[in-house]
């Protein structure tokens, strides 16, 4: 009896062994995980590129940092070209652009791995007393070239037309050149590096004319016109009947790693998707009734 008693308490004393080993384990585990998370969420990681993006990605890299205090995320605008300049030179981690890769010349796209954000509108913008709010895309392109000169050719406000323009390496301008003006060459005109000074200068100067993302549009110091009587907002972007809209990209070189991949990742996440990006003016790529191409063609999905 006296042996089996012994027997008895040896196994009890080998299952909590075994317990405790167990448990030890786990907690090392989860101690590993915990400082592999850790190290995945710190860091630095620079951005450069699409002004039209920058509220967005701004945004999310505030609330990310928030999140994980370890990382440090820079977010510069500077253009769609300077972006994708930067990420394949690796001057950047990560580059923006409202156009695709292969439209830019010089830039090696194949290098390039896109990730597309989300999709953003575009409209004319005027400031608020020129007395015009839709203009036939006949009209816009019109005004744009120079060959409509005063908004009282419109039957606006009798004011001189002064045109607002972004440089040839961004890709607000590259997507308003292609998609509301069919291609023609904007007229010489005041030049702006970044969108915000571009509302700033139609906001404060009587009968500008601009092109801002729907982002920039959350107040009234300026007015968006329709084109064609069909408003510019997100629910005809959605349907393709509203044409000036491009996809937000993100661009890699190669595939993205660490806290690259985790930051792309968490732009992707419902709580940027469904909730950051809808707040911020922009459409979720996958609320898109229609696809567009490299080349510019729009389809139905």
């Known amino acids: 009896m006296r042996k089996k008693m012994k027997l008895l308490l040896t196994a009890v004393l080998v299952v909590m062994s075994l317990g405790v080993l167990a448990a030890c384990n786990s907690e090392s585990e989860a101690n590993n995980s915990e400082k592999a998370n850790e190290k995945e969420t710190s860091g630095s990681l620079t951005i450069s590129g699409s002004s039209a993006m920058q509220p967005l990605i701004a945004a999310a890299a505030e609330e990310f940092m928030s999140q994980h205090p370890e990382a440090n995320i820079q977010v ?58 839709d203009i036939t895309k006949e009209d816009l392109i ?18 001189k037309i002064i045109l607002v323009n972004r440089p040839d390496s961004s890709g607000t301008r590259a997507t308003f050149v292609e998609f509301g003006l069919d291609g023609a060459v904007p007229a ?31 107040d009234d ?18 349907s393709g009947e509203y044409p000036i809209w491009a996809y937000q990209h993100s661009y890699t070189k190669g595939e993205p790693k660490g806290l690259a991949k985790e930051f792309l990742d968490f732009l992707a996440s419902d709580t940027i998707q469904e909730g950051l990006l809808t707040d911020q003016g922009y459409i979720a790529a996958t609320k898109m009734e229609v696809k567009r191409d490299a080349e510019g063609n729009q389809s139905k999905k």
Do not use: C, R
Request: net charge negative; charged share 20%; no cysteine.
């Open 221 to 238: 110091t300026v007015a968006a016109l329709s084109v064609n009587g069909v408003k510019a907002n997100d629910k005809n972007v959605q």
């Open 76 to 133: 510069n605008a500077g253009g769609s070209g300077t972006g994708l300049s930067e990420v394949s030179e690796g001057a950047v981690d990560i580059g923006n652009s409202d156009v695709f890769a292969e439209e830019k010349e010089g830039i090696p796209a194949d290098e390039l791995v896109d990730h597309k954000v989300a999709v953003v509108g575009m409209a004319p913008v005027v400031h608020p007393d020129t007395g015009v709010t």
């Open 142 to 159: 019109k005004v744009f070239t120079g060959e409509i000169k005063n908004w009282s050719e419109l039957g606006g406000a009798d004011q």
């Open 188 to 218: 010489e005109g005041v030049t702006e590096d970044s969108s915000n000074t571009v509302k700033k200068i139609v906001a404060e100067t009587p009968g500008a004319i601009g092109y801002l993302a729907f982002s920039y549009l959350s």
